[in-house]
Nanobody, 121 residues
């Protein structure tokens, strides 16, 4: 129905940068909010950053000033630019979206499969 696919993860040294991409496809009428979540080993999945359709952003305190979330509504894509990476940024990064699949339907949450980001010290 709706699929989100992440790309751009990998290995990087502390202080380096990565840019993640998320492509949403399928039965999409609109996407109100898109976000990036991180799940570190043995920890719960936590919000990293989110962005509304109109461009309002929210960031976890731990990434403020280092990460930037953006989106392209016409392409149904979201991005996460990660700078000054730290070992504690290591984890699986998941893209999600609050998606309406019809003009009158309710929004549902869809998740990507995740992409691994490993920051070495």
């Amino acid at each position: 129905q709706v699929q989100l696919v992440e790309s751009g993860g990998g290995f990087v040294q502390a202080g380096g940068s990565l840019k993640l991409s998320c492509a949403a496809s399928g039965r999409i009428f609109s996407i109100e909010t898109m976000g990036w979540y991180r799940q570190a080993p043995e920890k719960q999945r936590d919000l990293v950053a989110s962005i509304t359709r109109l461009g309002n952003t929210n960031y976890a305190d731990s990434v403020k000033g280092r990460f930037t979330i953006s989106r392209d509504n016409a392409k149904n894509m979201a991005y996460l630019q990660m700078n000054s990476l730290k070992p504690e940024d290591t984890g699986v990064y998941y893209c999600n979206g609050q998606v309406a699949t019809s003009r009158w339907g309710t929004r549902n949450t869809f998740w990507g499969q995740g992409t691994q980001v490993t920051v070495s010290s």
